[in-house]
């Protein structure tokens, strides 16, 4: 039970930062979308990193997982390729923790690219035949 709980508490702690803070941080900002370009993507992808660091802390705060990330660290002035064979959506909750946990600015300057856009297990659609 009190694991469903922290679930709900997660998952409601993310949404509401999310849209609150897209109301009343990214919103007032929008302005320089149009007019200065590049302040607005250095605004916007820092204070969505920022905000990235959230999730980060909920996971290992809420459902005490303890990270360690062993390896190469990656240098923020210099540019790096992570190449993920994720299997659900979540990775990106544990991708944001190792950049975190390395230098939590990699989560300002991070870029994510997919192959191909992720579809849930869904079924081949048909087409419809005229009759």
């Known amino acids: 039970m009190f694991g469903r709980l922290n679930g709900i508490l997660f998952a409601v702690l993310l949404f509401l930062t999310s849209f ?10 929008l302005p320089f979308a149009y007019y200065g370009t590049k302040f607005w993507r250095i605004c916007a992808d820092r204070l969505v990193g920022y ?12 459902f005490g997982t303890a990270f360690h990330v062993t390896g190469d660290l990656i240098l923020r002035d210099q540019p790096a390729l992570i190449i993920m064979n994720h299997r659900t959506r979540l990775d990106w ?6 950049l975190y946990k390395m230098d939590p600015l990699l989560l300002t300057t991070e870029k994510i690219s997919l192959k191909a ?15």
């Open 20 to 29: 609150f803070g897209s109301i009343f941080m990214l919103f007032p900002l």
């Open 117 to 131: 856009p992720k579809k849930a297990n869904s079924p081949k659609r048909q087409p419809i035949k005229n009759c």
């Open 93 to 98: 909750l544990f991708l944001w923790n190792a």
């Open 51 to 62: 905000w990235l660091t959230f999730p980060a802390a909920l996971v290992e705060r809420i």
